[in-house]
T-cell receptor, first 113, second 114 residues
Framework: AQSVTQLGSHVSVSEGALVLLRCNYS??????LFWYVQYPNQGLQLLLK??????LVKGINGFEAEFKKSETSFHLTKPSAHMSDAAEYFC???????????FGTGTQLKVEL | DSGVTQTPKHLITATGQRVTLRCSPR?????VYWYQQSLDQGLQFLIQ???????AKGNILERFSAQQFPDLHSELNLSSLELGDSALYFC?????????????FGEGSWLTVV
């Protein structure tokens, strides 16, 4: 079964600093990978997705992620954090032959002044 | 706004009761998904429907059932409720059921069982 592991349940950065949220996947075949963001009391919003077209994926709000097969990773980055980025971020993998998403445990991002 | 509409937004009910959560997918989307989000289990896939037919099943309890109607809206029925069923229930939709399709989530229905 496919799965994703998010390292660090809580990450804290200063405003303007680099954001790095880690995600490693476990899959026997190249997967489809996603990053979603959940703001307080809201639903999940897609940030970006990898579907094998390009290894560097650009998403909304200045986020991007790089698919690295050799490291089985799909880390999410943003060059400069903003207060509005404070939220919970979920990495997810889509199963082959269907579209069921398996989510990681989430990383709560805190942005400090 | 994702275009996925869920009702009710909040629901408080007693143990042993039965509730129905309703979902309207984005216009044109054929596939509907239900997820449960709780503190101890995280985000768990429950079930997927595609154009009225069950497509995939996840960690859905036997006390729970779902269906997708001809107009493509979906309902999740939760019965014999227990305290542990308290959670945020998300509905989501996608254009079809193929891998890699973007899945759009509603804002969820908060269920509290007391």
């Amino acid at each position: 079964a496919q799965s994703v592991t998010q390292l660090g349940s809580h990450v804290s950065v200063s405003e303007g600093a680099l954001v790095l949220l880690r995600c490693n996947y476990s899959s026997s075949v190249p997967p489809y990978l996603f990053w979603y963001v959940q703001y307080p009391n809201q639903g999940l919003q897609l940030l970006l997705k990898y579907t094998s077209a390009a290894t560097l994926v650009k998403g909304i709000n200045g986020f991007e992620a790089e698919f690295k097969k050799s490291e089985t990773s799909f880390h999410l980055t943003k060059p400069s954090a903003h207060m509005s980025d404070a939220a919970e971020y979920f990495c997810a993998v889509s199963d082959i032959g269907g579209n069921k998403l398996t989510f990681g445990t989430g990383t709560q991002l805190k942005v400090e002044l | 706004d994702s275009g996925v509409t869920q009702t009710p937004k909040h629901l408080i009910t007693a143990t042993g009761q039965r509730v129905t959560l309703r979902c309207s997918p984005r216009s044109g989307d054929l596939s509907v998904y239900w997820y449960q989000q709780s503190l101890d289990q995280g985000l768990q896939f429950l079930i997927q429907y595609y154009n009225g037919e069950e497509r995939a099943k996840g960690n859905i309890l036997e006390r729970f059932s779902a269906q997708q109607f001809p107009d493509l809206h979906s309902e999740l029925n939760l019965s014999s409720l227990e305290l542990g069923d308290s959670a945020l229930y998300f509905c989501a939709s996608s254009p079809d059921g193929d891998s890699g399709n973007t899945i759009y989530f509603g804002e969820g229905s908060w269920l509290t069982v007391v």
